[in-house]
């Protein structure tokens, strides 16, 4: 462990930041793949079933949300304490964390409990969906421990730079996942056939024997980090910083979703087309933005320990890098979406009025990809320093301040066009504050490690 402590201190920042990244991008590959055969077997029950598990993913969403919310402010700290050298810090901010999950593990169980059918009543009026998805939503709400256990001990391990092991997790929990899938919704090798129930028990069973074995690893493996209830002592404080970034985080992980529902909401009174290529247009830019979201997830632990231990340099340079990374992936993207998207569209059947309103789509809204690079990283190394509200600035005027009140009013005139344009517009406001806020919030790190310096003289 104290090899990974240095290297995440001196080794060259660039093959560094490389060597965290991949991982990260290679996990939420698996997750994506995982989703889409996961889909596959629900809608090989029926059309009904596949629309009741799609009713439970925004509670899903929610509980992702809040997991890897909470876990980027453990991650952050635990990584600033490392760099610090404080060890006590460390092992309380585990056990802390540990804390939290667990009040989490209980907020769900009564969020499923009280709030699944009220939830899905506002959504469906068919007796079959409904029960289905009571079904299903009961057993992944009321039994999410498995998964938010399992991203609290992946974000920990991210926290001392080991990218590696939280990898082989997620793909050890998805490939459980999808064993279990045709065995326990179809009934096979003896087991009974349980149709969307089956479906429901394979995705906790995944996540709960993924957690197993990261518990079991975590104790065996991470020498640095101990997780003991044996020497705690509650400190809110501790809950306060963890807080203070990730609940900002949590915030930021849930903008997408209200950004569909609204912009929906205006294309469905424009064109219906305009909501299919809007749709299609979500699922392209993710396979952009995945590489780019591994880029800043390997960035985070290593500005967060670095700022533990006072080295500014590699700060900057860690930014400086993470920047270049994201700008080159995000232009590439642009270059794909500015040359050939008629091919992109084809490939989903696309012709006449959606051929023709997707490549105009994937045109214009790619335009802003170069920017949303600084605005991501900027917002990245705020979470890694513990300015949460900053990072949670940056990602409104991204994704919620701008876009759908310029999207409304540029519709008036100029139709689908100009909700596709409010896209680059948002971008480039935001890349401009994360700037500003950047630099000033580099001079305050500045003069805080001077600061620290001085008191370490005097001792």
């Known amino acids: 462990m104290e090899e990974r402590e240095n290297t995440m201190g001196s080794r060259p920042v660039f093959p560094l930041l490389m060597s965290m990244s991949v991982p990260p991008m290679i996990s939420m590959l698996i997750q994506s793949l995982y989703n889409i055969v996961d889909s596959i077997f629900v809608a090989r029950i029926s059309d009904k079933a596949l629309t009741a598990v799609s009713l439970a993913y925004p509670l899903q969403n929610l509980i992702i949300a809040v997991a890897v919310g909470y876990g ?22 585990a056990a802390h964390g540990a804390l939290g999950t667990a009040l989490h593990c209980i907020l769900f169980i009564l969020v499923g409990v009280f709030l699944t059918e009220p939830f899905l009543r506002l959504f469906t009026d068919d007796p079959e969906i409904f029960s289905m998805g009571c079904s299903y939503t009961y057993i992944v709400v009321c039994f999410s421990f498995g998964s938010l256990f399992h991203i609290y001990i992946e974000k920990m391990f991210q926290a001392t730079g080991n990218m590696v092991m939280p990898m082989i997790l997620q793909g050890v929990g998805a490939l459980i996942n999808i064993i279990l899938d045709p065995i326990m919704i179809f ?6 056939a349980m149709g969307v129930t089956g479906a429901a028990a394979a995705t906790v069973a995944g996540q709960i024997l993924a957690c197993i074995l990261a518990v079991t690893l975590f104790n065996l ?9 044996r020497a705690f002592h509650f400190d809110r404080r501790i809950f306060f910083r963890i807080y203070s970034i990730g609940i900002p985080s949590c915030i930021m992980l849930s903008l997408p979703s209200l950004l569909v529902g609204i912009l929906n909401s205006l294309l469905v009174g424009l064109s219906s087309v305009a909501v299919a290529v809007f ?3 979500f699922k392209l830019q993710s396979f952009v933005y995945m590489p780019e979201n591994g880029i800043i997830q390997g960035m985070r632990p290593i500005i967060s320990y670095n700022y533990g231990a006072g080295h500014l340099d590699r700060m900057r340079e ?9 700008g080159a992936i995000l232009a590439a993207g642009t270059l794909l979406f500015l040359a050939v998207p008629d091919y992109i569209m084809m490939m989903f059947g696309a012709e006449g009025e959606m051929m023709e309103m997707g490549m105009s ?15 991501t990283v900027f917002s990245g190394c705020f979470e890694a320093i513990g300015r949460g509200l900053h990072s949670l600035a940056v990602s409104l005027v991204r994704q919620l301040v701008v876009i759908p009140p310029l999207a409304f009013l540029l519709a008036e005139t100029m139709g689908v066009t100009g909700v596709w344009i409010a896209f680059p517009a948002a971008e480039i406001l935001a890349a401009l504050l994360g700037l500003v806020l950047y630099r000033g919030q580099m001079r305050k790190v500045k003069l805080e490690l001077l600061g620290s310096l001085k008191k370490e003289e005097r001792r």
Do not use: D
């Open 72 to 93: 980027v402010g453990i991650n952050a700290c635990i990584a600033r304490s490392l760099g610090a050298k404080r060890q006590e810090e460390t092992n309380q901010t």
């Open 187 to 192: 009934g096979l090798f003896g087991f009974p």
């Open 221 to 229: 493996k991470e020498k640095n980090i101990r997780v003991s209830f």
């Open 279 to 281: 749709g299609l247009y």
């Open 318 to 326: 860690t930014v400086r890098c993470s920047m270049i990374s994201c």
């Open 361 to 375: 789509c994937l045109r214009i809204i790619s335009l802003g990809f170069i920017f949303s690079a600084a605005g």
